[in-house]
């Protein structure tokens, strides 16, 4: 990138316009400690946020041209006189490099952006660390939590939101106004001592992940493992046939829509068990157990997944017949039936059950697609508390029915023939049908009348055993109060 086009605002400035909060960011000189490439692009902002910057490194000369020519660069200590904030943009092992400007430092606003290689790699923060090496300054943790390209390509292309902490509250309020004049959302995490948990938030890969990841990969070892002794082990058993090319392709398609059915229903089914659990106490101010806290809380990811596989699902299918042991087998049995004279094996019930089946499968996806798209936050954002719902909760159901639908229409009739009992274990399909089954119909109990009723005036704050106040009027006309229980 040219310097001319790093001269080039990024963002304008119209959203800051008129609001109260914010002060002007003309005339305030912000100081920058190093040369990276994170100090590089707040730099950029900074300028283009309408900022003065001054950049402090100890090689100014060779540095220069990384920065944008509005920004000025010289060396540490010159950059330390000019301005009362400082964003020390240097790794923690360089701290003790800054130690010659202690008393050019002191009583200025040292605003430390630095994270570490591995969670809570050291007894304290780098945050706090910065604090003791410079008792004269007042630290404040921010900006660690963002990218440098979103610092280049604006607050849209990534997270908005700036964690800040520190001991001085004015301090906090000074950085505070600059993210938000930089178009960020500034968000106050406290005193010093959540900058550990701050640093950590960078270093965590997918948090909310990993259990829907471990549950979906527990699902398929044993849908595969259950798929692999029916498919593969059973005929090389019994028929002594080698069927172990079905391993890659066929055997893997039999499990992912066993995943993908099974994690759908387990979207839904701590809903389930929560309506239970406000039905049995009789309100809704009961806290759950953690565990259906956590489940709750990993609907969306878990949603995500069962669309995930029923995409490879779908994807799969369609490589069936380009196998060449498809063509093989097929080959095999037109020889067999010119061999037996059969000219017309057309099988009306055969027929008819692989159009509704096909049909069937490809509403579902469909409808597991829409509910993945309204799950991005882009998308979630653009829709209002009864759109987002009805697509959620009743569209998503309607996707587990529409799969149930799939799922029956590919047994039909098999789940009788005492042939498809292979080590007299059942279809896999079947099994599927368990937890789905159970939650369609809990789904239509709750919805008679007398259920959903009560449960809807617990979920508006009704309560068991709850004494409320009330007025009758006595006979001579006039009214007295009294007390009854809410369950009466």
Known sequence: MS?????????????????????????????????????????IRLVCSGFKVVVGSRNPKRKANLFPSAAEVTFQAEAVKKTDVIFVAVFREHYSTLC?????????????????????????????????LFPACTVVKGFNVVSAWTLQSGARDGNKQVLICSNNQEAKRTVAEIAQVMGFTPVDMGCMSSASEIENIPLRLLPAWKIPIFLALGLFLCFFTYNLIRQVIHPFIREQKNKFYKIPIEVVNTTLPCVSYVMLSLVYLPGVLAACSQLYYGTKYRRFPDWLDQWLQHRKQIGLLSFF??????????????????????????????????????????????????????????????????????????????????????????????????????????????????????????????????????????????????????????????????????????????????NV
């Not at 001269?7 to 002007?24: N, V, Y």
């Not at 010659?100 to 040292?110: N, S, T």
């Not at 699902?313 to 042991?325: E, I, T």
């Open 309 to 486: 596989c029923a995409a490879l699902h779908a994807v799969y299918s369609l490589c069936l017949p380009m196998r060449r042991s498809h063509r093989y087998l097929l080959i095999e049995t037109a020889v067999k039936q010119a061999m037996e004279k059969k000219m017309n094996i057309w099988v009306e019930e055969e027929v008819w059950r692989m159009e509704i089946y096909i049909s069937v499968g490809i509403i579902a996806l469909g409808l597991l697609s829409l509910l993945a798209i309204t799950s991005l936050p882009s998308i979630a954002n653009s829709l209002n508390w009864r759109e987002f719902s009805f697509v959620q909760s009743s569209l998503g159901f309607t996707a587990l029915v529409v799969s149930t639908l799939h799922t029956l229409t590919y047994g039909w009739s098999r789940a009788f023939d005492e042939n498809q009992y292979k080590f007299y274990l059942p279809p896999t399909y079947t099994l599927t049908l368990l937890v789905p089954c159970t939650v369609i119909i809990a789904k239509v109990i709750f919805s008679l009348p007398c259920i959903r009723h009560r449960l809807l005036r617990i979920r508006r704050g009704w309560e068991k055993g709850r004494y409320v106040k009330f007025v009758l009027p006595s006979a001579t006309g006039e009214y007295s109060s009294g007390e009854t229980s809410s």
């Open 3 to 43: 310097r001319g086009d790093m001269a080039k605002p990024l963002l304008g400035h119209g959203s800051t316009e008129g609001d109260p909060r914010i002060t002007p960011a003309s005339g305030r000189t912000i100081g920058v400690l190093g040369s990276g490439d994170f100090a590089r692009s707040l730099a």
């Open 100 to 132: 010659d400007l202690a008393d050019v430092l002191a009583g200025k606003i040292l605003v430390d952006v630095s994270n570490n290689t591995e969670i809570n790699h050291h007894k304290e923060s780098n945050a706090e660390y910065l604090a003791s």
